[in-house]
């Protein structure tokens, strides 16, 4: 599908469900061309958060072991495709699409079995939902706002027998809040292999950081301000393309030893920096919990300068002087400063 095939109105249809709350009142896809729209805007800029993810994973030298993907509220499927060619479709045994629309759950498997033509594609069965059957990786993408808490225990059901999990969610205070819970849930079966840096309880948890959340910025493709089908969407559909705010968990099953990707030692920057004149003031989360440090500008010159325009996921070992950040190691995967 391109711009010019674009039928504004369907995308209209969407915005209102989307914005309203009424996503949340039971399958709203009404056909085909729903999904196709879909898929090609909003879906797509849910595709460039995942993108955004899967490098940080990369970053972190951690990929999940071959197996069974599990796409779970898959729409049109755009995240488990990410992953699976993230994974490699060679190294895929099944990717199984669920969504409790068929429409949806179809247009997703008709998707994925064109880009990979040899990966087994199936509809998932309520019987494998109701199954004992392991789950290599689950996936799943912004769908916590759209789920009842019945439908919430079922979900943590299926995590209970995935061997890594992957969700990413908008970067909202509401919906981060919501992962964080989910995040306290798994952690005594699961290693947090990101965002999080640590093992411990979320130090987002403590009372005095009530007002902020655990949200990450995604860089926009290149090429898309100069892209007039990405404006014209941008502007009818009221979003800021320049910002894709994400919230998201990835985790595997516990295992003896500190497992691959092991950031332990390290602290996560959360959000972006702010930068201001001469120093720049970051939230910083490690084992420690979440504070605000300081950097100036005469003390770590180069990072200073790297935080006007960060990219990738800020992970680094702080050489601080309380809460005064004077020098920086950026965790090896990280962008250096
Ligand atoms: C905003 S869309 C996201 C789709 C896709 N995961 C993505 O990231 O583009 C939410 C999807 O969750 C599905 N969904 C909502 N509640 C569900 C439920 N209780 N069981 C299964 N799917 C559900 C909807 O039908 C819809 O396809």
Redesign the pocket.
Do not use: Q, R
């Given at each position: 599908m391109t711009w010019a095939d674009i039928d504004w109105a369907v995308l209209e249809r969407l915005r209102g469900l989307f914005l309203s709350g009424g996503?949340a009142k039971g399958?709203?896809?009404t056909s085909p061309e729903d999904l196709a729209h879909y898929d090609c805007t909003y879906?797509e800029r849910?595709g460039w958060k995942w993108d955004a993810v899967l490098q940080e994973l990369d970053q972190r030298g951690w990929k999940p072991s071959p197996s069974l993907v599990l796409d779970?509220?898959?729409?049109?499927g755009?995240?488990g495709r990410r992953v699976v060619r993230w994974l490699g479709p060679e190294r895929v045994s099944a990717l199984r699409l669920?969504?409790?629309?068929a429409l949806?759950a179809d247009y997703a498997c008709g998707a994925a079995r064109a880009d990979f033509p040899h990966v087994a594609v199936e509809h998932v069965t309520s019987g494998f939902l109701a199954s004992d059957e392991p789950i290599g990786v689950l996936v799943i993408?912004?769908?916590l706002n759209?789920?009842p808490a019945t439908?919430l225990l079922a979900l943590r059901g299926l995590a209970a027998r995935a061997n890594a999990i992957l969700w990413v969610e908008p970067g909202t205070h509401e919906v981060s809040r919501a992962l964080i819970a989910i995040r306290e849930q798994l952690r005594d079966w699961f290693r947090l292999v990101a965002p999080c840096t640590h093992q411990a309880a979320c130090g987002l948890l403590a009372p005095n950081n009530a007002r902020h959340w655990c949200h990450h910025f995604a860089p926009p493709p290149v090429g898309i301000f100069a892209d007039s089908g990405w404006v014209k969407f941008g502007q009818r559909a009221g979003i800021d393309l320049r910002s894709l705010p994400y919230s998201f968990l990835a985790l595997e099953r516990k295992a003896e030893g500190p497992g691959a990707g092991s950031a332990a030692g390290y602290s996560r920057v959360i959000g972006e920096p702010r930068v201001y004149k001469g120093f720049a003031k970051v939230l910083n989360c490690d084992a420690a919990g979440v504070k605000e440090l300081m950097l100036q500008k005469r003390d770590v010159p180069e990072l200073f300068k790297f935080f006007k325009r960060p990219a990738g996921a800020l992970v680094y070992r702080w050489n601080r002087d309380g809460e005064k950040i004077i020098g920086a190691e950026a965790w090896h995967g990280s962008p250096d400063p």
């Open positions: 996503a399958p709203y896809w879906g849910i779970w509220g898959c729409g049109s755009v995240a669920w969504d409790y629309s949806a993408s912004h769908v759209e789920l439908e």
